[in-house]
């Protein structure tokens, strides 16, 4: 079942490859993917092979379309979902995953050392490494896509990967090659930022992540504004400034005073003992 969606998938790619330089990945280069909306049928074969990609566990999908704020969406083993929108002509389906921000949140706030590193030498990949990352939920509050989740098992955020592990052995993302409509494009970032902006031009549509958050690596087309549809409305401006940490601090507070109460009863302990030598 799985190698048919994938050769389905495979075969019309054939023709965009040459197009949008997508022949070998290479870490060299920097990536983007574009998800055209107006293509995708909602048929979550993506979804599908995303799950098997990265070994994740069966979910339950809601069914018809959704009537309430499309966000939240993804868990901590759903690392992308298509969700039905109403939309003015009908259904849109919306394919929701990490946006591999150019400049991401998420990396500016982890305390972790290295947890959360932009990956290829175009910094195409924003990844969370589970073996560093300890769970305090900076990115979560971070992310202005509200995209990474906490893992309740292993204490740990997870989110999208951009499949770094096939980029890195020349493959390109399960999603895209899975996709039987040519919903989904994957390659060479300029050129699929031109693809874009032509395609939202022949749909009189919008672009959600050209500008978002300072711009990131998924590209959506989508025939309305992102905000008609319940995406986040996110400004333009980089999410990495003081204010974002700040917010996280107020959000965060609990672990903040854990940390200071921590500090201070250490402290106590050291002069106690410094007293009664
Ligand atoms: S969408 Fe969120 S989780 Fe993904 S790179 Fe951007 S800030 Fe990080
Ligand atoms: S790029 Fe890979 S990890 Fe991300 S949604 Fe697609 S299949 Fe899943
Ligand atoms: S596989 Fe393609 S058409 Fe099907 S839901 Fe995913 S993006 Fe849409």
Redesign the pocket.
């Known amino acids: 079942m799985w190698n048919k969606f994938m050769n389905l998938g495979a075969s019309m790619k054939f023709f965009t490859q040459s197009m949008l330089g997508t022949s070998s990945p290479s870490p060299l280069v920097q990536y983007s993917m574009l998800i055209d909306t107006t293509k995708c049928t909602g048929c979550r074969i993506c979804d599908v092979a995303c799950k098997l990609e990265n070994e994740l566990p069966a979910e339950e999908r809601p069914s018809g379309i959704e009537t309430r704020p499309i966000i939240p969406g993804l868990t901590s083993t759903s690392f992308t979902i298509v969700k039905s929108v109403p939309g003015a002509k009908g259904p849109v389906f919306i394919k929701l995953q990490?946006?591999?921000?150019e400049d991401?949140?998420?990396?500016s706030v982890c305390p972790a050392k290295s947890a959360?590193t932009k990956e290829y030498e175009g910094g195409s990949v924003?990844a969370i490494d589970i073996t560093k990352c300890f769970g305090c939920k900076y990115?979560i509050v971070?992310?202005?896509?509200h995209?990474?989740q906490r893992d309740p098992e292993g204490k740990t955020a997870t989110?999208?990967t951009f499949c770094e592990s096939r980029l890195a052995r020349g493959l390109k993302p399960a999603c895209y090659e899975a996709c039987p409509m040519g919903a989904i494009k994957f390659g060479d970032k300029e050129k699929i930022r031109d693809f874009a902006i032509e395609r939202a031009k022949e749909i009189d549509g919008y672009i959600y992540g050209l500008k978002e958050?300072d711009g990131?690596n998924i590209l959506t087309i989508l025939p309305t504004q992102p905000g008609e549809l319940g995406l986040p409305e996110v400004d333009e401006k980089s999410?990495t400034s003081f204010a974002t940490l700040r917010s996280i601090l107020v959000e965060r507070s609990g672990i903040i005073i854990f940390i200071l109460a921590s500090v201070a009863f250490v402290l106590l302990i050291m002069l106690m003992l410094g007293v009664m030598k």
Do not use: M
């Open positions: 990490c946006n591999q921000c991401p949140a998420c990396a959360i924003t990115c971070a992310c202005p896509f995209i990474p989110k999208c958050a990131s999410y």
